[in-house]
């Protein structure tokens, strides 16, 4: 059945958002560390137990493919409810402030990309061996 | 016939989340006629939508001087549970269904890199555009500084060092244009910065951090990056109002002396 695909997808999401906030909590922040990543996790980890026992039926899929299908119009919502003006009234300094930090991180991808991948062909190496010996 | 609209305008109201949708389908639908018959399928629909979304919170703010954009309209305050932060996350965690494993544990290092690399650039250079323009204490740098790394971190460490409210105002602000910007400007900068798969996806997410610019500016580039980047980007809020208070605070603090 189909909500059972949904409740799964709550299920993780309410664990994984315990999870984040205990983190938070254990660190001494008020916030949730990760919460949102732990979930997804879960989600993986368990579609993936079901899968392997035949129990992940294409009616419970459906009811987590429906909610990433409807990940856009989502975000258009929130897009349409983000507090434009206040960013654009927040003048030189904020403006400065936010374009300076986006293009610096962004200018940072190909550096980290570029970084690891050359560490990463060593480790390749590594995890084709210890997947043989499985 | 005034009574006949208002009694119609009940209907909209009592119904707000089906009259979300009935909205953003009807601004999603556009928006998709305008990439196909304006631009030839070459900008992303998805773009154009959330291009589109933005302005549209730009007028509701003119209007209404609120500041949660369209949702402040009554009419229309439905779409404002629609993209709060409990279906938005609802929605991202559900797109890691079928998403690669093997993907997030090998890139699973440079993402936690760039996390800690994301906060202290934006940290830094939040703070060095405060100093530039006056802000010479310590608590006002860090503060802003928080504020270009997220909209949240901002906040969080400037009540936590006791900033004044105007700094706070100020991060809160720098944060917003910073989401704005990732969402907006990530279709176009996405292959100069080789933001084409999984690895760099999740680089991504954690270099920018702000959930809702990754969230959005993937969704326009490649809506199978998502996942990767959000996977990322959803420890950066919460590690920045660890490290901003504590770390970043002494450190500026030390260089200004």
């Known amino acids: ?134 | 016939m005034i009574d006949f609209i208002a009694s119609m305008q009940k209907v909209l109201l009592e119904h707000q989340l089906i009259t979300a949708f009935a909205v953003v389908g009807a601004i999603v639908w556009l928006s998709y006629q305008i990439s196909d018959r304006l631009t030839a399928g070459r900008v992303h629909g998805s773009a154009i939508a959330i291009l589109l979304g933005l302005a549209l919170a730009y007028l509701g703010g003119l209007i209404t001087d609120g500041k949660k954009g369209l949702a402040d309209l009554p009419l229309l305050a439905g779409i404002g549970l629609l993209g709060g932060a409990m279906l938005r996350d609802f929605a991202i965690i559900s797109t890691a269904f079928g998403i690669n494993v093997n993907e997030i544990r090998r890139a699973g290092m440079s993402g936690a890199y760039s996390l800690l690399l994301g906060i202290f650039i934006s940290f830094f250079v939040g703070a060095a555009v405060a100093f530039s323009f006056g802000y010479r204490d310590a608590v006002s740098m860090t503060t802003i500084g928080g504020g270009a790394a997220t909209y949240i971190v901002g906040p969080v460490t400037g009540a936590a060092i006791g900033a004044s409210s105007e700094v706070i105002t100020l991060s809160i602000a720098a944060g917003l244009v910073k989401a704005i910007l990732v969402m907006v400007a990530t279709p176009w900068i996405a292959s100069w910065i080789g933001l084409n798969n999984p690895r760099t996806a999740m680089i991504f997410g954690g270099l920018m951090g702000t959930t809702s610019g990754v969230a959005g500016g993937l969704a326009a580039t490649d809506p199978a990056l998502v996942p990767y980047g959000a996977m990322t980007a959803t420890f950066y809020t919460g590690l920045g109002c660890l490290l901003g208070p504590s770390v970043v605070f002494i450190v500026i603090r030390f260089l200004i002396g």
């Not at chain 1, 560390?33 to 732990?38: D, P, Y």
């Not at chain 1, 400065?96 to 970084?115: F, I």
Request: proline letters at 2%; charged letters at 15%; one cysteine or more.
């Open chain 1, 1 to 134: 059945m189909v909500i059972y695909g949904v409740g799964l997808l709550a299920f993780c999401m309410l664990c994984g958002l315990i999870c984040g906030r205990a983190l938070g909590w254990l660190i001494g922040v008020d916030a949730n560390v990760g919460g949102v990543g732990i979930s997804m996790l879960l989600l993986i980890a368990s579609c993936e137990f079901l899968r392997h026992k035949g129990r992940l039926l294409v009616a419970s899929q459906q009811g987590i493919v429906f909610w990433s299908s409807i990940y856009i119009p989502i975000v258009v919502a929130m897009a349409a409810t983000s507090d434009v003006r206040s960013a654009i009234t927040g003048g030189p300094l904020a403006i400065l402030a936010g374009v300076l930090a986006t293009v610096l991180c962004a200018a940072m991808v190909p550096v980290m990309d570029r970084m690891f991948r050359k560490g990463q062909s060593q480790d390749d190496g590594g995890l084709a061996k210890g997947h043989g010996d499985d």
